[in-house]
């Protein structure tokens, strides 16, 4: 079993959809949380970052955690075109490694 | 700053060839990392560099070798291609390791191997 799991998708929305995109994982030791967001052809690039269960919000985006079900959520309200994207999840213990989910891959169609 | 680069871009190699892949972070960063990218498979740590002259086995790294060459520098060599490790290979650079900074992400190689 690998220790993040993340469905690879993929997944179509119409612009102006909320997407919800989920992780699960089996380590209770992760202490921090990222969303990275992946243009086609582009390095990862960081989204959102929480360390504490429940959420956190940027602008249309929102990281939610629930270390008690060890489930991860990212909410993207009004999506828009720009938005299509590989989101991957990531985790971190507090060591010099961070584990990474495979990706989802998001459309959002105008 | 031009953050984290990466040469080559795309590589094409036949089975047995070597090649090394060069990677530069101009932030000033302590730890820097090599990680390769598969469908479905997510981001997995070849290897690590903590720190100026260390350097640690991640995931998956058979076949590979790397350098730590100086505080900006980290190369990885593959000293005989093989088929699967076709991917697109990852370069990254964080500050300080280990309280969760973000790590910032190289453009990426593609690598074809025949």
């Known amino acids: 079993q690998k220790e993040v799991e993340q469905d690879p998708g993929p997944l179509s929305v119409p612009e102006g959809a909320i997407v919800s995109l989920n992780c699960t994982y089996s380590?209770?030791?992760?202490?921090?949380f990222m969303w990275y967001r992946q243009y086609s052809r582009k390095g990862p690039e960081l989204l959102m970052y929480?360390?504490?269960?429940g959420n956190k919000e940027d602008g249309r985006f929102t990281a939610q955690v629930d270390k008690s079900s060890k489930y991860i959520s990212l909410f993207i309200r009004d999506s828009q075109p720009s938005d299509s994207a590989t989101y991957l999840c990531?985790?971190?213990?507090?060591?010099?490694?961070?584990?990474f989910g495979a990706g989802t891959r998001l459309f959002v169609k105008a | 700053n031009a953050g984290v680069t990466q040469t080559p871009k795309f590589q094409v190699l036949k089975t047995g060839q070597s090649m090394t892949l060069q990677c530069a972070q101009d932030?000033?960063?302590?730890?820097m990392y090599w990680y390769r990218q598969d469908p479905g498979m997510g981001l997995r740590l070849i290897y690590y560099?903590?720190?100026?002259?260390?350097?640690d086995k991640g995931e998956v790294p058979n076949g590979y070798n790397v350098s730590r060459l100086n505080k900006r520098e980290f190369s990885l060599r593959l000293e005989s291609a093989a088929p699967s490790q076709t991917s697109v290979y990852f370069c990254?650079?964080?500050?300080?390791?280990?309280?969760?900074?973000?790590?910032?992400f190289g453009p990426g190689t593609r690598l074809t191997v025949l």
């Open positions: 990531a985790m971190g213990t507090g060591g010099f490694k961070t584990i």
């Open positions: 560099s903590a720190s100026e002259g260390t350097t």
């Open positions: 929480t360390y504490s269960s």
């Open positions: 932030m000033n960063h302590n730890s």
């Open positions: 380590n209770s030791a992760f202490q921090y």
């Open positions: 990254a650079s964080i500050l300080v390791a280990g309280i969760g900074n973000e790590q910032f």
